[in-house]
C-alpha cells in the first residue's frame, strides 16, 4: 500500500466504525491533517492489547516496532498504513492513544 493514501484509506475503512481503533486515535490524526501535516509517514504511538495467544502472531506478520510488553498490553508505534494492517487482525483487541511521558493518574 502507497503510504501517500494511507490515511485516506484508513477514514474510508473506519468510516461506520473504528472497531478496536480508539477514537482518540483518529482524532488526533485528524487534528494533525488539519494543521497540516503529512500523517501518512507519521508513526503514532499507541498501547495495543493483544489476545494472549495471539502475539507471536502479531509480533511476525505485523510491519511494527514493539518497544514493550507487559503480558497483553504492547506498546508500539504504527503509521496509518500499519493501523489499517493491525485492526483487522484479529488477534489485536484494542488500539489507544498512548499518554505523554511524565503523566499521571489522580
Given at each position: 500500500?502507497a503510504e501517500?493514501?494511507?490515511?485516506?484509506?484508513?477514514?474510508?475503512?473506519t468510516?461506520?466504525?473504528?472497531g478496536?481503533?480508539a477514537?482518540?486515535?483518529?482524532?488526533?490524526?485528524a487534528s494533525?491533517?488539519?494543521?497540516?501535516?503529512d500523517v501518512?509517514?507519521?508513526?503514532m504511538?499507541?498501547?495495543?492489547e493483544i489476545?494472549t495467544?495471539?502475539?507471536?502472531?502479531?509480533?511476525?506478520s505485523?510491519?511494527?516496532?514493539?518497544?514493550?510488553?507487559?503480558e497483553?498490553?504492547?506498546a508500539?508505534?504504527a503509521?496509518p498504513?500499519?493501523?489499517l494492517e493491525?485492526m483487522n487482525?484479529?488477534e489485536?483487541?484494542s488500539?489507544?492513544?498512548?499518554?505523554?511521558?511524565?503523566s499521571s493518574?489522580?
Amino acid at each position: 500500500m502507497a503510504e501517500q493514501d494511507s490515511y485516506q484509506k484508513l477514514l474510508e475503512a473506519t468510516k461506520d466504525s473504528y472497531g478496536n481503533i480508539a477514537s482518540s486515535i483518529m482524532d488526533t490524526l485528524a487534528s494533525l491533517v488539519d494543521l497540516g501535516h503529512d500523517v501518512n509517514i507519521l508513526s503514532m504511538p499507541m498501547l495495543a492489547e493483544i489476545s494472549t495467544e495471539g502475539f507471536e502472531k502479531v509480533k511476525e506478520s505485523a510491519t511494527i516496532y514493539i518497544y514493550l510488553r507487559n503480558e497483553n498490553i504492547v506498546a508500539l508505534a504504527a503509521t496509518p498504513a500499519q493501523l489499517l494492517e493491525l485492526m483487522n487482525m484479529p488477534e489485536i483487541i484494542s488500539l489507544e492513544a498512548s499518554r505523554p511521558g511524565g503523566s499521571s493518574d489522580n
